[in-house]
């Protein structure tokens, strides 16, 4: 009796392992890498993105689905709300239904390894989307912004609202300050936080130094600031801490903040802070979100940085399309993005810094809003 039962379920083991191998085969849509010249159109192309607790990710996996399909691809689509173990389980579901490419914006850029290998091996293509998959040769191509120059950004904007530099980025001769400012940075799983963070500090360092800007709470090195996966609470909490700590009888002019879902959560830290004439300290951000971009119409959030995230599926669902056919995607960096393993050929994108008075023509006139979006 016991027997028999255990020679079943073997039995049904080799049966579904030999389904599964022929799942992996040569079809169309079976997976593993297409034969040059192999017509690919109707392909399963695996699309993950991190959440969508944020707008600008439901946009990215909204435009790069639309654009594949238009190409004849099908897609499929998934978000894992910021856990890592869903996210795992998707790609996994995605290579065993016979995804040829896998476009992957990562949680956390070290947690994909294995099924990124067991990808590689069949022969499926990886692009990184907006973050940098880590510590594994299974990534082919990168699609993201100038991630560095994004952070120089961010303290250019803190720099202009403080009056430091002048709107094009030269500084100002006569002096001012010393300024009270604090920082925050991102989630430290995501590899965009410590180049975001590199570059803002790079651009403050001089007025540190010189003590124009001063950090009254001594919080400066990145694993003191970071906010891990980006949670708006946990940014309004540390910035509660922060003007309990260390602002009595001081005024905060500045914060820099790396993510406009981060910045809602200290300018609630800080509502009813201010006086008046002077309601808020300058806050900067990034991704041009609609509550945020509203936020600084009002005159509340100070910056954004807008990234298209139109020009980013644009480029990911290029690269997807040309190692489809066995062609080299084009890319404009292959010196800076090292992911502990191999540096990662990169295609990037320039950002804009948008405030009160360039959202029109950067935001509205370019289509990525309409006006009535942000009233
Ligand atoms: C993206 C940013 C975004 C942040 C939080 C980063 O990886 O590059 O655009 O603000 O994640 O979602």
């Known amino acids: 009796m016991q027997r028999s039962r255990v020679t079943r379920i073997v039995a049904g083991f080799t049966l579904v392992a030999a389904l599964a191998a022929c799942g992996g085969s040569t079809e169309k849509t079976g997976g593993a890498a297409p034969k040059a010249g192999e017509d690919v159109e109707g392909s399963l192309v695996g699309v993950t993105m991190p959440t969508r607790s944020s707008e600008r990710w439901i946009a990215d996996g909204d435009n790069v689905k639309a654009a594949l399909e238009k190409l004849g691809y099908e897609v499929s689509l998934e978000y894992a709300e910021d856990k890592i173990p869903t996210q795992v389980e998707q790609i996994e579901n995605q290579i065993a239904q016979g995804a040829r490419v896998l476009i992957v914006a990562a949680i956390d850029g070290t947690a994909l390894t294995t099924q990124l290998e067991q990808a590689q091996e069949q022969g499926i293509k990886v692009i990184s989307y907006d973050r940098l998959i880590r510590d594994t040769e299974a990534v082919d191509y990168y699609a993201s912004f100038d991630n560095y120059k994004v952070g120089v950004q961010q303290a250019t904007s803190l ?3 403080l009056g430091l530099v002048e ?13 009270n400012i604090e920082l925050f940075a991102g989630s430290p799983d995501d590899n965009n936080a410590t180049f975001f963070f590199n570059g803002a500090m790079d651009t403050l360092k001089p007025y540190l ?28 909490a540390r910035m509660e801490n922060v003007i309990t700590k260390a602002y009595k009888g001081a005024r905060l002019d500045g914060v820099l903040s790396p993510y406009d879902g981060m910045s809602i959560g200290i300018l609630s830290a800080l509502t009813g802070y201010g006086t008046s004439d002077n309601p808020w300290p300058i806050v900067t951000g990034q991704d041009a979100e609609v509550a945020s971009v509203k936020s600084i119409i009002a005159g509340e959030q100070y910056a954004t940085i807008y990234k298209d995230t139109r020009q980013l599926a644009d480029v990911a669902v290029k690269m997807a399309d040309a190692v489809m056919k066995g062609e080299e995607p084009e890319v404009n960096n292959t010196t800076d993005y090292d992911n502990g393993k191999k540096v990662v050929p990169s295609q990037l994108l320039e950002s804009v810094i948008v405030n009160k008075d360039n959202y029109k023509e950067t935001l509205v006139d370019s289509g990525y809003y309409a006006e009535s979006d942000l009233s």
């Open 159 to 161: 720099l202009q609202g």
């Open 209 to 236: 130094d010189d003590k124009t800007l001063v950090v009254k709470s001594g919080e400066t090195d990145f694993k003191t600031v970071a906010t891990l996966q980006w949670k708006p609470e946990t940014a309004q």
């Open 167 to 179: 709107a094009d980025g030269t500084t100002r001769t006569d002096e001012k300050g010393p300024f």
